[in-house]
């Protein structure tokens, strides 16, 4: 798995928002924070553009993230949101020129898409906060600091305490996976990913029981599981019932749903749809052990 260069002060972010519209104040909230930590910022003809959902048409948010891709001033492309929309417009991208000068793609929950192809393609990503939840500009938090932290080639580890549902165990492999209903939507196309050998994160946000039920059969049945080197599970949040209750809770269902495996599962890591959104380097060969604590060691080469 290629490594991109990583971050240096004076170095340029482009900023692109590949799906749901985003409001102006937020985007320049982000660069302001993105300048006053020493870089540049490039952000997309059409981030601000709009065409109902979408931040711009398909054509205009294709063409910011190719000129992204192309651009050899810029080291990362930070998507300013998710939603929906990333994968309208990835079969439109040609990744022939970030194949000769690779750089860092950033975001998570619908650029999950991106992660993923980037993985079949062979260069690491970086699943971590977005502008959208950006805090004001004269603030920080964990979720910038990781992802910077990993940005710029700095060591990221992590250690959580345990959770009730945790099974033990330590394990290594490269690490894949992202919002669990992209994941499912990319079942059977090209963009797909191999769990083979590898440690799969999870996360999800807003869905009913019975869908967190049935994406995880699904990731089951088509083999997903069955090679797995271990299972991390980010934030399992805002699910909601159908008219009748499930019975179960999300992480109850993927508790179930792995419970005939032996690799080691974490339950609760800090990534996903929280303000806690700690960055996660995907295709980095990863260290998990899961014990009384639960820690998690990306392996720089």
């Not at 170095?11 to 540049?40: H, Q």
């Not at 994941?183 to 029981?209: M, N, Q, R, Y």
């Not at 999300?250 to 959104?277: K, L, R, T």
Request: hydrophobic share 40%; glycine share 10%; charged share 25%.
């Amino acid at each position: 798995m290629k490594t991109p260069p990583y971050l240096k002060p004076g170095d340029t972010i482009g900023i692109v928002s590949p799906a749901k519209i985003i409001k102006r104040e937020i985007v320049e909230n982000a660069v302001r924070l993105l300048e006053k930590r020493g870089f540049k910022v490039k952000p997309g003809a059409h981030v601000f553009d709009g065409e109902h959902y979408f931040a711009g048409t398909d054509e205009e948010r294709a063409a910011d993230f190719q000129l992204m891709l192309d651009d050899g001033e810029v080291k990362m492309i930070l998507c300013s949101r998710g939603g929906y929309g990333a994968v309208r417009i990835l079969d439109n991208l040609d990744f022939t020129g970030f194949r000769q000068n690779p750089k860092w793609v950033a975001g998570y929950s619908d650029i999950t898409i991106f992660h993923s192809h980037l993985n079949i393609l062979g260069y690491e990503s970086l699943h971590a906060e977005m502008p959208l939840n950006f805090p004001e500009s004269d603030q920080t938090n964990s979720a910038i600091e990781t992802l910077l932290t990993a940005a710029t080639g700095g060591h990221l580890s992590y250690e959580i305490v345990e959770n009730p549902l945790n099974r033990q165990g330590i394990c290594e492999g490269a690490l894949v996976g992202g919002n669990l209903t992209l994941l499912i939507s990319l079942l059977g196309s090209p963009s797909a990913l191999s769990t083979d050998g590898k440690i799969l994160f999870i996360e999800e946000v807003g869905e009913k029981l019975y869908h967190i039920d049935r994406m995880m059969l699904t990731l089951k049945r088509a083999g997903k599981f069955d090679k797995l080197a271990g299972l991390i599970v980010g934030a399992l949040n805002d699910m909601t019932e159908s008219d009748l209750e499930f019975g179960k809770t999300a992480e109850e269902i993927v508790f179930e749903a792995v419970s005939e495996y032996n690799f080691p599962v974490c339950f609760g890591f800090p990534a996903g749809h929280v303000p806690d959104n700690r960055a996660l380097i995907f295709g980095r060969h990863t260290r998990l052990e899961v014990g009384k604590s639960v820690k998690i060691d990306f392996i720089r080469k």
